[in-house]
């Protein structure tokens, strides 16, 4: 008799089991160990100068019709790359503005939302405006700094993958602190304008 109590409970648990539903493991990401933040100031042939982190390298854009003071911050460590382009500014300062606005807001259709913050500097002349787009956009932050008279910097975060908020995160609030740092460290030297043909577009 305690046989038969003994298989039928035994019985009884494994039935019970085999009908429970599985649960899938939550999907997880790797792991980015992020380095300790130090900020050294950039001071190259650009007519402008800025902080950077100390983990970044600066390349010259070799896109074909890239200016001769473009170049990219290169985040090494995260497959990542802020692409600067700079425009002297000739009377045109509204068409400059309008034109990294109609880039930001080109991204609208797989964002979820678009932050902007602006910034303001008058003793330094440095006035700028960040675009934090969410979402799985190709660049999830975006902004520009200007005097609004002679200089006009603009900066695109990209990431070399496939986009995905999710798995990004980490490491776009990362950057996202460094380009605020960009922003707000960026004085502007006097060099006079080249004599050289027609500016080209903006990079992506």
């Known amino acids: 008799m305690k046989k038969i109590i003994i298989f039928s409970t035994i019985f009884t648990i494994l039935l019970a089991s085999c009908q ?3 649960q899938p ?3 997880g990401y790797m792991r980015i160990e992020f380095p300790e933040k130090n900020y050294a100031t950039y001071s190259g042939q650009e007519p402008y100068t800025f902080d950077i ?8 854009e070799t896109m074909k019709n890239a200016e ?6 290169v985040f090494k460590n995260m497959d990542a790359k802020i692409h600067l382009s700079f425009k002297f500014v000739n009377h ?19 964002a979820d939302a678009i932050q902007k913050t602006a910034y303001v500097d008058d003793t330094a002349k440095v006035y700028g405006l960040l ?17 609004s008279i002679k200089h006009f910097l603009r900066g695109s975060l990209y990431f ?6 999710d798995s990004l995160a980490p490491a776009i609030e990362f950057i996202k602190t460094d380009i605020q740092r960009i922003v707000e460290s960026t004085r502007w030297k006097n060099i006079v304008e080249p004599k ?3 500016n080209a577009a903006y990079k992506k």
């Open 20 to 22: 429970s539903k599985m």
């Open 25 to 27: 493991k939550p999907h």
């Open 53 to 60: 982190p100390e983990y970044c390298t600066i390349e010259q």
């Open 68 to 73: 001769k003071y473009w170049t990219n911050i």
């Open 92 to 110: 045109n300062i509204d068409t400059l503005i309008e034109d990294c606005h109609s880039m930001a807001y080109k991204h609208v259709v797989k």
């Open 131 to 147: 675009y934090e787009i969410k979402g799985n956009v190709a660049s999830p932050v975006q902004f520009y700094v200007t005097d």
């Open 160 to 165: 070399n993958s496939v986009p995905n908020k």
């Open 196 to 198: 050289t043909k027609k």
